[in-house]
């Protein structure tokens, strides 16, 4: 079974008329999809936004339904230099950029146990990035696809200092509210997972306006490409 995750309604709503034979499963106040997307059997969330809310439903889901991998579809602010909204990362590795000890000796960004001068980066594997590139490049150039870290908070990005700060600490291409939080569940429940994200707005002082005109197409975007990795991940088995 494939785990999809979705933090608002219009990331999850495309992949919702598309499935068939649906079921539903209420917990905690989650509506749990089961049905079958693209000849895979699949479950659906929307998990609410935050970094809270996706690790509860993430737990919940791996509790209940045991996929074999999670994904996690939406949209997100552009980091790194030159991205443009409609662009595509798919997260190689994503690290809770919000998570801050370094007033007692941690650096900035770890969260496990381990050396704490280093961040922790939940990464995804090679074999996972390569099938949804390969989807990606259905519907976007080469140029518009990127690979790289996704950071998580719980704080919607917005300026440039908060931008430029996520780029130098952590090589962020990304930030969002979630996608750290599903990834840390994933990693200690041994569950692969991976986070992608269409390009909403630049994290800037205009990100509001940005995401109010966008949001609904680049989330369209994401789960369409979604769509097409499972069809090339069946014409494979």
Same mark, same amino acid.
Request: with cysteine.
């Given at each position: 079974?494939?785990?999809?995750?979705?933090?608002? $309604?219009?990331?999850?709503?495309?992949?919702?008329? $598309?499935? =068939?034979?649906?079921?539903?499963?209420?917990?905690? !106040?989650?509506? #749990? #999809?089961?049905?079958?997307?693209?000849?895979?059997?699949? +479950?659906?969330?929307?998990?609410?936004?935050?970094?809270?809310?996706?690790?509860?439903?993430? =737990? =919940?889901? %791996?509790? @209940?339904?045991? /996929?074999?991998? +999670? %994904? $996690?579809?939406?949209?997100?602010? &552009?980091?790194? /230099? !030159?991205?443009?909204? !409609?662009?595509?990362?798919?997260?190689?590795?994503?690290?809770?950029?919000?998570?801050?000890?370094? /007033?007692? !000796? #941690?650096?900035?960004?770890?969260?496990?146990?381990?050396?704490?001068?280093?961040?922790?980066?939940?990464?995804?594997?090679?074999?996972?990035?390569?099938? %949804?590139?390969?989807?990606? @490049?259905?519907?976007? /150039?080469? *140029?518009?696809?990127?690979?790289?870290?996704?950071?998580?908070?719980?704080?919607?990005?917005?300026?440039? *200092?908060?931008?430029?700060?996520?780029?130098?600490?952590?090589?962020?291409?990304?930030?969002?509210?979630?996608?750290?939080?599903?990834?840390?569940?994933?990693? +200690?429940?041994?569950?692969?997972?991976?986070?992608?994200?269409?390009?909403?707005? @630049?994290?800037?002082? &205009?990100?509001?306006?940005?995401? $109010?005109?966008?949001?609904?197409? +680049?989330?369209? @975007?994401?789960?369409?490409?979604?769509?097409?990795?499972?069809?090339?991940?069946?014409?494979?088995?």
């Amino acid at each position: 079974m494939i785990a999809i995750i979705g933090a608002m $309604n219009t990331e999850v709503t495309l992949l919702l008329e $598309n499935m =068939q034979n649906v079921t539903e499963t209420r917990k905690s !106040g989650k509506i #749990y #999809y089961t049905g079958n997307l693209k000849d895979h059997e699949i +479950v659906l969330v929307e998990s609410g936004m935050g970094k809270v809310n996706s690790a509860i439903c993430t =737990q =919940q889901l %791996i509790d @209940l339904f045991a /996929p074999e991998v +999670v %994904i $996690n579809t939406g949209i997100a602010g &552009g980091i790194a /230099p !030159g991205l443009h909204v !409609g662009d595509f990362v798919i997260g190689k590795s994503a690290v809770e950029h919000d998570f801050d000890l370094s /007033p007692v !000796g #941690y650096v900035r960004g770890h969260v496990l146990g381990g050396n704490k001068k280093e961040v922790t980066y939940f990464t995804t594997r090679d074999d996972l990035i390569d099938e %949804i590139r390969s989807a990606a @490049l259905d519907y976007l /150039p080469a *140029e518009k696809i990127h690979v790289g870290t996704i950071a998580t908070g719980d704080q919607f990005i917005c300026t440039h *200092e908060a931008k430029k700060e996520l780029w130098e600490l952590f090589g962020a291409y990304a930030a969002e509210m979630e996608g750290g939080a599903i990834a840390h569940v994933c990693t +200690v429940n041994d569950v692969p997972c991976i986070l992608l994200r269409a390009i909403s707005d @630049l994290a800037d002082e &205009g990100a509001h306006e940005s995401v $109010n005109n966008f949001e609904t197409v +680049v989330a369209d @975007l994401s789960a369409k490409i979604l769509m097409r990795f499972m069809e090339i991940v069946k014409k494979e088995n």
